[in-house]
């Protein structure tokens, strides 16, 4: 199966942690039946998020996602394909990088190349392996 990674950024138009967890959950519900993974990171009140599965289920949920009225000014920083899912173990898993006790701090989101955006969410993958 061919597989696809999107990586997407935007500004939450969301009042509250009980609405991001609402959306956690939902994707957690959602997402294997789906056949995806990834993760979502807020930080100073945007999203970026990364998505990973076949292309039509990537394709589909972004579709989703660009109507979702949670969220605006969507923009993909990146949708390539790639030989094996970096998130494997995250239905959606989350990263609060306002909480203060993240070691996550995204640089801007518009500047970076979604590479280096990857690499960031990666290593903070790699602190919740080696922490659990």
Not at 9 to 30: C, G, H, W
Not at 120 to 130: C, D, F, M, P, V
Request: hydrophobic residues 50%; glycine residues 6%; aromatic residues 8%.
């Amino acid at each position: 199966m061919l597989l696809v990674r999107a990586l997407y950024y935007s500004s939450a138009a969301l009042d509250s942690r009980e609405e991001v967890a609402a959306i956690l959950d939902a994707a957690r519900r959602n997402n294997p039946a789906l056949g995806l993974t990834g993760v979502l990171v807020c930080d100073r009140g945007r999203f970026l998020q990364v998505l990973e599965g076949a292309r039509p289920a990537v394709s589909a949920m972004l579709a989703r996602l660009a109507g979702d009225k949670r969220h605006y000014n969507l923009a993909i920083a990146e949708l390539i394909e790639i030989p094996e899912r970096s998130f494997p173990d995250f239905a959606m898993g989350f990263i609060d990088a306002d909480s203060g006790f993240s070691p996550l701090r995204l640089t801007d989101f518009d500047a970076a190349p979604a590479e280096a955006l990857h690499r960031q969410i990666e290593a903070y993958r790699e602190t919740l392996t080696r922490a659990a």
